[in-house]
Nanobody, 124 residues
Framework: RVQLVESGGGSVQAGGSLRLSCTAS????????MAWFRQAPGKERKVVAA????????AYDDAVKGRFTISQDNAKNSVYLQMESLKFEDTAMYYC?????????????????WGQGTQVTVSS
């Protein structure tokens, strides 16, 4: 079973930065697709950014485009989310996800492995 472990969350003031890390128990290149999702209280889980490990192609939700950067380090079986110019509305639990089979990068149903999440809190 694949395990995904997130780290790097915390509390930051608006305008600040954080870097989230996700380390997989298997090589990232074994997954067709990896992504970061977030879920705020009372809201649905929504994709933030995705990366195709074999090739490094990336995709972003409009809410974070230009502020967040997803990247990978295949030697460390890790995917990262660099978050800049954080806003209060970025406050959420952030989850790393991996997809064995690929597909549309947006729906959560595309992903069959999930981490436990790491909390990001942005104060205004």
């Amino acid at each position: 079973r694949v395990q995904l472990v997130e780290s790097g969350g915390g509390s930051v003031q608006a305008g600040g930065s954080l870097r989230l890390s996700c380390t997989a128990s298997t090589p990232t290149t074994e997954h067709i697709l990896m992504a970061w999702f977030r879920q705020a209280p009372g809201k649905e889980r929504k994709v933030v950014a995705a990366i195709w490990p074999d090739g490094g192609y990336t995709a972003y939700d409009d809410a974070v485009k230009g502020r967040f950067t997803i990247s990978q380090d295949n030697a460390k079986n890790s995917v990262y989310l660099q978050m800049e110019s954080l806003k209060f509305e970025d406050t959420a639990m952030y989850y790393c996800a991996a997809s064995t089979y690929g597909g549309n990068w947006r729906p959560s149903q595309t992903y069959n492995y999930w981490g436990q999440g790491t909390q990001v809190t942005v104060s205004s």
